[in-house]
């Protein structure tokens, strides 16, 4: 489980830490509903402020680490990341179930067609409109980022997988290890999925910069930058 932590050391802030994203711009404005009803151009300046960061940041050693650990446990392993900025596809994850949406990708605010590829930055009116729902003289439907914002329920899909591939290793009495990285573990149900894993019997894990709120979910609590912590960490389990 990744958070914005591991994609700091790669030049996209966090949220929640000293000049983080939340610092500003208030979360109800830019990552709810109503925020985007209120103001949606406000929005997409906000998202695609974050596309451009994320367009020139690469992914770090944190992030190739993981994605050497997929190539040598393939099925075992699965990385669930509340993290929306594709460094974890660009460091050859493929085992990625984002669980907070995609930067790159965009939905309609208004009918159900699947969300799409993207890599516009609209910054101002008149913003991108649906062509599949807005009839010639009906009012036109807003495109929308493809994020799961607060109070959006996340892709039962995506929690679906993330518990079946924890249930698996249950039933296969598989050892199991959670491992946690960059994260403030204050959002769910992200958060939550730690203790699930602790229930059925998991090694619990966090590599973080420092300690979070949700520390004492696990049973260890590696501190550090994760470019040094999460390489070291992965290098050990590999031996
Ligand atoms: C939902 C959009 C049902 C994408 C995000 C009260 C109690 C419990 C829950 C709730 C509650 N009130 C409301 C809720 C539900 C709410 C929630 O959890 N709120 C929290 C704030 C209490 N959750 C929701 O709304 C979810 N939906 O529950 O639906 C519902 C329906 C109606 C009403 C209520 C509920 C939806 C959650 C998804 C929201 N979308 N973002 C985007 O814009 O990016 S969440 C946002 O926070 C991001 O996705 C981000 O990933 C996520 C978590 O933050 P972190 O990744 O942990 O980042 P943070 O900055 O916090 O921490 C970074 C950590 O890294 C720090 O610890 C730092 O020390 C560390 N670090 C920094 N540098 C480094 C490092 N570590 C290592 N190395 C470094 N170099």
């Not at 907070?100 to 067609?113: A, E, F, I, K, Y």
């Not at 004492?216 to 389990?237: R, Y």
Request: aromatic share 8%; proline share 8%; hydrophobic share 45%.
């Amino acid at each position: 489980m990744t958070g914005a932590g591991i994609s700091a050391e790669s030049g996209l802030p966090t949220f929640r830490g000293k000049d983080g994203l939340w610092e500003d711009q208030p979360v109800q404005e830019v990552a709810t509903p109503r925020g985007f009803a209120r103001d949606p151009a406000l929005v997409w300046r906000f998202y695609s402020a974050r596309r451009a960061a994320a367009d020139s940041a690469r992914p770090n050693a944190a992030h190739l680490a993981l994605a050497e650990l997929e190539r040598s446990m393939g099925d075992r392993f699965l990385l669930a990341t509340q993290n929306v900025d594709g460094l974890h596809q660009a460091a050859g994850s493929e085992r990625v179930i984002e669980l907070h949406g995609s930067l790159w990708r965009t939905r309609c605010s208004r009918c159900q067609r699947p969300s799409f590829e993207d890599r516009r930055y609209p910054v101002a009116p008149p913003l991108p409109v649906c062509d599949v729902c807005t009839e010639p003289g009906v009012d036109a439907a807003l495109l929308r980022p493809a994020i799961v914002w607060f109070e959006e329920m996340l892709d039962p899909d995506d929690q679906g997988e993330v518990v079946r591939f924890l249930r698996r290793a249950d039933a296969e009495r598989a050892p199991l290890l959670f491992l946690a990285i960059g994260t403030s573990g204050i959002v769910y149900p992200a958060a939550a999925y730690v203790r699930y894993a602790k229930e059925l019997g998991a090694g619990t894990w966090l590599a973080n910069l420092e300690r979070p709120e949700n520390d004492w979910a696990f049973d260890h609590v590696v501190e550090g930058p994760a470019t040094a912590v999460v390489p070291a960490m992965l290098g050990l389990a590999g031996s």
